[in-house]
Nanobody
Framework: QVQLVESGGGLVQAGGSLRLSCAAS????????MAWFRQAPGKDRAIVAA????????YYSDSVKGRLTISRENAKNTVYLQMNSLKPEDTAVYYC?????????????????????WGQGTQVTVSS
């Protein structure tokens, strides 16, 4: 498994921006599909965005398309989530997740069960 540490969360006003980072250590980072999930109080954990091993393929939930961008730097073992035009409904704990997939097999990126490593989470709060 890979160890994941998120950073970059905080308090921001509606319309503002934040960039989350997730630093990975352990096995080969480029063998992992990476994703960001979020969990708001009283709600289930839900996919925000995912990215394949080389960044060629990405997935976004409908609620964040056009506002949030996932990217990765394999040389730095890091995945990012650039968050623009933030809304109060984006308030949640954001989790980084990794799915070991060296063969690039087809996966259900939206399912939390596909991911075998998780970070501890970082709080994002958007005030109105």
């Amino acid at each position: 498994q890979v160890q994941l540490v998120e950073s970059g969360g905080g308090l921001v006003q509606a319309g503002g921006s934040l960039r989350l980072s997730c630093a990975a250590s352990g096995r080969s980072f480029s063998s992992y599909t990476m994703a960001w999930f979020r969990q708001a109080p009283g709600k289930d954990r839900a996919i925000v965005a995912a990215i394949n091993w080389n960044g060629a393929n990405t997935y976004y939930s409908d609620s964040v398309k056009g506002r949030l961008t996932i990217s990765r730097e394999n040389a730095k073992n890091t995945v990012y989530l650039q968050m623009n035009s933030l809304k109060p409904e984006d308030t949640a704990v954001y989790y980084c997740a990794a799915d070991y997939n060296p063969a690039g097999s087809s996966r259900n990126w939206k399912s939390a069960y596909e991911y075998d490593s998780w970070g501890q989470g970082t709080q994002v709060t958007v005030s109105s």
